[in-house]
């Protein structure tokens, strides 16, 4: 199976084909810029590079969130678009299970964080059991402090990772102590051949109805939203 997955719901643009038991080719920049001018340009270059044609993919699998709403809308909007015109399935997964899987080898709970301003993080708990990633708390967003506390009634240790965690790396080892241990920075980056091998064999989602996971509602459409309820 030829799988094309896309990320671009934080500042890492990651895109990848993946055939089979092989990764074909796998596009990583983590970058401050334009997503919706780049994205198109990097999967024509990886598709044209790796000899596959667009007509020859046999699945999407994009990072449906959370992250910058922006960053989801794209890479979302992007993936429906070519799953529909392609008349292929598509398979959303969430952008903290994505960087989670960097933590395969960690004997251990993985708490990938991305940060939310305000004192607050996306995050979720993962754990592998053998080569499979198990979710054990569904992602949301909560206060760092909350979380710590959370955690720290658990008595494990807890692997953090992700690109946010130099904003909150020091809480996080007063908090939990000996239970934290902080991935090597090499590891924060989501890998987009992970999010393929994720999403490869999970049911497909309807194209027309799929929406990205913000989990909460971008700042505007909040002050909109009490305005009109106002």
């Not at 398979?91 to 994505?98: C, I, Q």
């Given at each position: 199976m030829k799988v094309l997955s896309i990320d671009t719901s934080n500042y890492v643009l990651g895109i990848a084909l993946l055939?089979?038991?092989k990764v074909v080719g796998e596009f990583i920049t983590n970058l401050p810029k334009n997503h919706s001018v780049r994205v198109m340009p990097a999967i024509q270059q990886l598709l044209q590079e790796c000899g596959?044609?667009?007509?020859?993919?046999?699945k999407i699998v994009?990072?449906?969130g959370p992250g910058s709403y922006t960053g989801v809308r794209i890479g979302v909007t992007i993936a429906k678009t070519l799953a529909w015109s392609l008349n292929i399935p598509l398979v959303g997964v969430s952008s903290l299970e994505v960087v989670a899987a960097n933590g395969r080898y960690f004997d251990g709970v993985i708490s990938?964080?991305?940060?939310a301003r305000r004192g607050q993080v996306y995050t979720g708990l993962y754990r592998y059991h053998g080569q499979d990633l198990y979710c054990e708390k569904s992602d949301q967003i909560i206060l760092l402090t909350d979380w710590l506390t959370e955690l720290k009634s658990e008595e494990t240790k807890v692997l953090f990772i992700g690109n946010d965690l130099p904003i909150h790396e020091e809480k996080i080892k007063t908090g939990l102590a000996e239970l934290a241990y902080v991935a090597p920075y090499t590891d924060w980056n989501p890998r987009p051949s992970e999010l393929a091998l994720?999403?490869?064999?999970r049911e497909p989602e309807d194209v027309h109805t799929f929406v990205p996971n913000y989990?909460?509602?971008a700042e505007a459409e909040a002050n909109w939203l009490g305005k009109r309820q106002g």
């Amino acid at each position: 199976m030829k799988v094309l997955s896309i990320d671009t719901s934080n500042y890492v643009l990651g895109i990848a084909l993946l055939e089979g038991e092989k990764v074909v080719g796998e596009f990583i920049t983590n970058l401050p810029k334009n997503h919706s001018v780049r994205v198109m340009p990097a999967i024509q270059q990886l598709l044209q590079e790796c000899g596959i044609r667009a007509n020859e993919l046999e699945k999407i699998v994009v990072a449906k969130g959370p992250g910058s709403y922006t960053g989801v809308r794209i890479g979302v909007t992007i993936a429906k678009t070519l799953a529909w015109s392609l008349n292929i399935p598509l398979v959303g997964v969430s952008s903290l299970e994505v960087v989670a899987a960097n933590g395969r080898y960690f004997d251990g709970v993985i708490s990938p964080i991305f940060d939310a301003r305000r004192g607050q993080v996306y995050t979720g708990l993962y754990r592998y059991h053998g080569q499979d990633l198990y979710c054990e708390k569904s992602d949301q967003i909560i206060l760092l402090t909350d979380w710590l506390t959370e955690l720290k009634s658990e008595e494990t240790k807890v692997l953090f990772i992700g690109n946010d965690l130099p904003i909150h790396e020091e809480k996080i080892k007063t908090g939990l102590a000996e239970l934290a241990y902080v991935a090597p920075y090499t590891d924060w980056n989501p890998r987009p051949s992970e999010l393929a091998l994720l999403g490869r064999n999970r049911e497909p989602e309807d194209v027309h109805t799929f929406v990205p996971n913000y989990i909460r509602m971008a700042e505007a459409e909040a002050n909109w939203l009490g305005k009109r309820q106002g």
